[in-house]
C-alpha cells in the first residue's frame, strides 16, 4: 500500500495486570481502522497487581514505549498528549476514576480521542456493578452476542445510554485447530488464582488431577498455572497450587508449566479448567474442553456461564474416558467459531464505529458516565478518592508529579510495600482465615 494511504494512528493502552495488558494491546491493534500505521504506548497502572517483567514477556504482546504511572500521572499525561484512541483495560473502579479524570481534563478541548473499555473474559460476576462503572466510554466492548445484549439489557434497565455497546470477540483466540491426537495425548489443567478460593477445594482439584495421572500413566498431563509465587494477575492467589504441589509430591507424567496459553493449546488434547476464559480459547482451537462440576455449578465459580455448553462434567467421568462434545449453537453464541469465517469479522463493526467517531464534524462530545455525584452520591467520591481524584475528577492536593521519576528511597519504599502486600496475601491472610475457624 502506498504511503500517502496510510493513516499515522497512536493509541494508548492503560492496563492494571498482565492480562488486562494482554487484552488491550490485542484490542487496540484489532481495533485500529484499516490502512493505520499504529503507533502502541502502554502504561502500566501501579498497584498490587503491576505485571513483572517475566509476566510482560511471557505475555508477548509488544509496544512502542512502555511505563507504570499512577492514574493521575496517566491523565497528566493524556493532557500534554495527542492520541486518537485511548484503551482503559482496567478493573471497573479503575476506568470510572479515569473516565472522570478525563472527562475533566478534556472539557476545553474541542478534539478529544476515543475512549475504549471492555472485558478481558467471561463476566460471570458483578455484571451490573462492573458495566456501570464502566459506562462513560464511547464504546464499551463486549466479548459475544449474548454478552452484548446482557449488557444492553442493564444500561437500557437503569436508564444509562446504551449504544456505546459493541460486539466483538476475544481479541487473543487464534492458532491451529486441533486436527489430530499428539503423542503423548497430553491433559492440561488450566488453574485460576481465586477460583476455588479455599485451601480444601483446591487441595481436592490437585489431588483428582494428580489421581487421573496416575491412572493413566501414558498420558502427559500438565498443570497450567497463571503466575510464579510472590507475582499477582487480574486475581488474587492467596494458596498458589505450586505450593500444594510441594506437599503433595507428583507423579512422573505430571508437570507444572508457566508461558503463553496459545503455546499450551498447541500440544493440548484435552482442556480441564473450572471457569477459565482459556475454556473459551480452546473450544475456538475445537481443543475437546472440559469444565469441571465436582464443586457444583455455581456463580461463585463462574461455571454457571459454561450451562448449556455440552462441556460440563466431572473429573470420575474424565477418569472413565468421557470426551466432551461442546454444543455448536453455545459455542457461536459466545463468538468462538473456529473455521466459520466469523472469528475474523468480529471486530468490523467496532473498526467501523471507531473510524466514525475520528472523523466527527466538530470533535466528540465529553465522556457522559451515568455515575455523577447527582446519581450516585454515596458511591463515586470513594471510588474517586482512591486513585487520588476529588468529586470533579481533577487531581487531589499532594498528587504525585508525572514529571519527575521516583528517587532511590521512593522506589525502595514501593517495593518493600508491594511486597510486604503480596507476603500478607499469600502467607498472613491464610494464617489468619484458619484461625477465625477454629
Known sequence: MPASATKSLRIAVLADSDTRWKWGALTANRIAPDASDVRLDGYLLRGRSTPTARQLDEVGVRADSLGEVTAVEFLRVMARESYDIVVLA???GGVQAVLHGLRNIWADRRQRPVVVTGYVGVVYEKLADGLLLRHGADLVLANSRQDADRFRDVYEGVGADASSVTE?????????????????YTVVFAAQPSVPENRRDRTYL??????????????EVLLKLRSRPGEHTTHIEELPYQKLAERAGLPPNLRLVYGHMGEVLDRTDLLVTVSSTAALESL?????TVVLTDL???????????????????WDQLDA??????????????????????YEA???AARARITKLLDRPGGLPPLTPYYTSTTAPGYLPGILARHHLGPDGAPLPGAPAADR???PVRQIVRRAARGAYRHGVQRVAPVIRRMGEL
Open 321 to 342: 474416558g468421557h470426551t466432551p462434545s461442546p454444543d455448536p449453537e453455545w459455542v457461536e453464541r459466545q463468538g468462538v467459531a473456529a473455521g466459520a469465517g466469523t
Open 346 to 348: 468480529a471486530f468490523d
Open 284 to 288: 475456538h482451537r475445537r481443543v475437546p
Open 206 to 219: 490437585l489431588d483428582r488431577l494428580i489421581g487421573h495421572a496416575r491412572l493413566h500413566p501414558g498420558r
Open 296 to 314: 457444583g455449578v455455581r456463580e461463585a465459580l463462574g461455571n454457571h456461564h459454561f450451562v448449556g455448553s455440552g462441556c460440563l462434567a466431572s
Open 90 to 92: 482496567l478493573v471497573g
Open 405 to 407: 521519576q521516583p528517587g
Open 168 to 184: 466483538v470477540a476475544l481479541p487473543f483466540l487464534g492458532g491451529a485447530p486441533r486436527t489430530a491426537e499428539h503423542d503423548p
